[in-house]
């Protein structure tokens, strides 16, 4: 099978009991006899079996009580059983040596129950004491208040037998019976052999009679192969056999569509026989939905030329009720053909599914089970996902599915009826990290429709980012129509629209258009954008699996239905006209990557395309070419798969549409993609397994390449990709920064970012709808020697909530409780005393209803902003800090910057929101002070100075840019701009001699004293 299982993993405090498995069942390979054994004298094996003189000789060793009965079915005595802790909890007589495999024997037992259900299937089982072998003798379907007599002539499948016993199978409802008249006889005399022995019909069999007495109706073989039978059988006259087998699947197929539930138990037994091969060989019984995506294999090794015998016990989990098919076949990738024959096939359900867990709401299922680094986020939907660097740090865009499921309908537990249709998608989703699992959620960026950056576009799908020059290129495509771009001062904004139109088509020549450039069908979508080494830029759209008209019909095999297209240095403009890529198979989702000088370009296969290796990828599959020019990539650079349809990896209901991006980010190589994850997960809590409806999730694993560059096939996983470092807490970080959560939605505020001002006001968010028992929790989060405190920027909504910080789990140990007081839908800073973290620890902010409340508190108890940790010893060295002479300055103005405990020799000034650099600054003992003008072309509003080292911001404070007047001058002083010190550049000032320095430290300190300058310490350098 090229599609296999993922384990699942229970959610916190939800796993669902399990019934357990009895390893090793030994097959039903009893048999009925039609011959009629010679006259002759018999033996009775069973004592006491008509219970006129009490209960001696019987005992229920799988559980219950016995007990003398006067509810007899023939005289005054039977014997009754209660207190059944068990499908298999009933009456047993020892049969230990009574049994041989050459003999036949005659079975004769009488059963009541009384009571509810009206009807009960009843068993007589053999089995040994450790109940790796039971085989089912005779069963039948009892009626509530009427005795049912059980008769069987059989001979043993095997001579190691202990108990014989009555059991009700996979029904445990019925908590006594009574038996009576129980016999077991065997032949004196030497026993015949039977001409036609037959197993007997197993009760409640859920496939179609296995043993194939008249025919094999209800069996089939779809993949390939010729079903028939053969009187080389197990028992009885004919068993089942497969010639001609195509492939590994070939073998014979049962229907089990509607008749697995999850929870259920289930016995699965069989016999099978091969004579061509090696000489010994696995065979699966495998379950398999109709689309062959997410199957479920159990099976064993066989020896050729015999019999073996089959038997498993399982119990169904949330994918078997999607299951279609039961099939036998060879392991997937062994090249095993052979003709084989199976008989005495039966699936028996043997226990009843376990109440299952109450939702009061889909956020609180474990979309993200803790561990897990897939998908990215738990609490939202996105899909089309594409990586931006920006300030050393890496952000994700997706196309916002969650904003097309809340639009669509739902039935009452919120699960989507509806299927994604993409057309109420009008915004994108940013999330940031720099350790590549705890994710800071920024929100959506408004892109199209009214009050949007682009207001006269439909949609906003398949984001494509790239930053030049400090300013961030947001490609996207307007429905299927064209391909637009937005322009940022960040990773969120704020947005200008540069063209007021579509890049594509609407700026490309007439003359390419008209001469049949983008033929009929061609989708002007899924941007991608790359810059090259040499400063280049190039943007790659388009897509379809057929496009053209009447005798210039392209594809699917060849669609050539993409276009690549050079970029001048704005970035918004086309150099020339777009050149046609021909991907074997095309459909969508370009995508460009560089390594080691070689180009990747890689798409997504249509689902037509005919496979073929090393010429045409399979369906829905990421492919790939490789090329050293990028814009010339006809179909002969094809190299292969980078990654296989999603359903391989994650089952049912995650196939569909794939999409990817290939990057590199600290050193490492990943491949971020889209699969139906947090929607399956929902489906699986509320019993509708694969019903996903098309809802995507972002997640992100390794990328890595053979000797050859060649890439390895990416494995899609749930595990994700490993931590890169450690999370700091002494600093104030955003709360919607998440590994995992429970429960949680985010929300937009006003409130402005503390940790990423160089956002410019845009993209702030706080954690909301937080209910009792909900959890945001981050991963590996270094607190060193240990943090004396915590903060936390809050809104309640009730009184008296809290929230308990823990350590390692979401019931670890609480190492502070921050009390969420203050005035009810007010922002407050709440602070709390820790103790116990130190080292490294994953923490969990548990979020708790006032103690007091005896009833659930109905609504969120309150928002969070942001966390901010306080170290136990935090080092003023190495702690930088600046200090600003004014906090309000005019455009064209001049203030005085002082820096204090900078461990860099030198430093650079600049302003922000798009960065400039001001002045360069020498560092004295820790210590510089500098004068910078800012620019009289400055926007007024508000911005930010930053103090860089290697171009990496080390210290900021906020100030306000105020409209530059006649003078030019600000509320700082509007003194002449210094002449550079020795050693310093030609931007606005520099550091001077160590005697300015120390003047400048003065002065700063005395504006701190005085409260007129601002500090904010950015980072702590090491």
Known sequence: MSQRKEPSTPSRRQALSRVGALAGMGALVLSALSAVPATAATTQLLTNGTFENGIAGWSAPFGGTLAASSDAHTGTGALQISARTGFQSGPAATVTGQLTTDRSYDLSIAVKYTGQPATQNVNVTLCTTSRSTCDVVVGGQAVSGEWLTLTKTFTPAVDTYDYLFIETPWNTAVASFVVDDASLTVQSTTPTTPTVPEVPLVAGNLLPDGRFVDGFTGWQSPRGGTLSLTADAASGANALKVTGRANSQSGPFASVTGKLEAGAGYRLTAKLKYTEGADTQRFNFTFCPANFNGCDDRGQDFTKGQWGSFSAEFVADQRHPGMDWLFVETPWGSNALQDFQVDELSLVKISDAPAGPGFTSLEKVQTKPIGDHNPLVGHKFGADPHHLVYNGRLYIYSTNDTQQYEANSKDANGLPTQSNGYGAITTLNVMSTTDMVNWVDHGSVPVAGAGAAAPWSRNSWAPAAIEKDGKVYLYFCDNGTGTAVVVGGSPLGPWTDPLGKKIIPDTVSRDYINGGGFPAGMWLFDPEVFIDDDGQGYLYFGGNSQIGSGSNVQGPQNPKSTRVVKLKDDMVTLDGDPVEIDGPGMFEASSIFKRDGKYYYSYSSNFQVRPQDGLYPPTGAIAYMMTDDPMNLPASTYAGVAFQNQSTFFGAGNGGNNHSDMFTYKGETYFTYHAQTRGA??????????????????????????????????????????????????????????????????????????????????????????????????????????????????????????????????????????????????????????????????????????????????????????????????????????????????????????????????????????????????????????????????????????????????????????????????????????????????????????????????????????????????????
Do not use: C
């Not at 005019?890 to 798009?914: H, I």
């Not at 009289?936 to 290697?950: K, M, N």
């Open 681 to 1022: 997960a929902w489906a699986q809590a509320l019993g509708t397994p694969g019903q996903t409806q098309g809802y995507r999730s972002v997640h992100i694993d390794k990328l890595e390449f053979n000797a050859d560059g060649t890439i390895k096939p990416v494995v899609g996983t749930r595990k994700g990709v490993s931590q890169i470092e450690d999370f700091d807490p002494y600093r104030t970080f955003e709360a919607e920064t998440l590994a995992w959560q429970l429960g949680v939605k985010t929300t937009p505020t006003t409130q402005p970012s503390v940790e990423f001002p160089e956002h410019n006001g845009n993209g702030n968010m706080a954690l909301s709808s937080l209910d009792d028992g909900d959890f945001a929790a981050l991963s590996s989060v270094a607190f060193g020697d240990g943090a004396t405190s915590v903060s936390a920027r809050v809104k309640p909504l009730v009184e008296g909530a809290s929230v308990q910080v823990r350590l390692d789990d979401v019931d670890g140990p609480v190492v502070a409780t921050l009390p969420v007081s203050g005035t009810p839908g007010e922002w407050t800073t709440v602070t709390a005393a820790v103790d116990g973290a130190t080292g490294t620890h994953d923490v969990f902010f548990v979020f708790a209803q006032p103690e007091s409340t005896d009833a659930a508190v109905t609504g969120p108890l309150f928002e969070v902003d942001n966390w901010t940790f306080t170290a136990a010893q935090s080092p003023v060295e190495n702690d930088p800090s600046i200090a600003l002479s004014a906090t309000e300055v005019r455009a064209g103005g001049t203030l005085t910057v002082t820096g204090t405990d900078f461990t860099a020799p030198r430093v650079e000034v600049g302003v922000a929101s798009t960065y400039r650099a001001l002045a360069d600054a020498d560092v004295v003992d820790g210590a510089f002070s500098t004068v910078v003008t800012i620019p009289s072309d400055l926007e007024p509003g508000a911005h930010t100075i930053r103090v860089q080292v290697d171009g990496e911001v080390v210290a900021s404070a906020p100030i306000t840019v105020l409209a530059a007047d006649g003078a030019g001058a600000g509320s700082g002083t509007a003194t002449p701009t210094p002449v550079p010190a020795a050693g310093g550049s030609n931007l606005a000032a520099t550091g001077g001699s160590p005697g300015g320095v120390v003047s400048g430290v003065l002065a700063g300190l005395l504006l701190l004293l005085a409260g007129a300058a601002v500090v904010w310490r950015r980072r702590r350098l090491s």
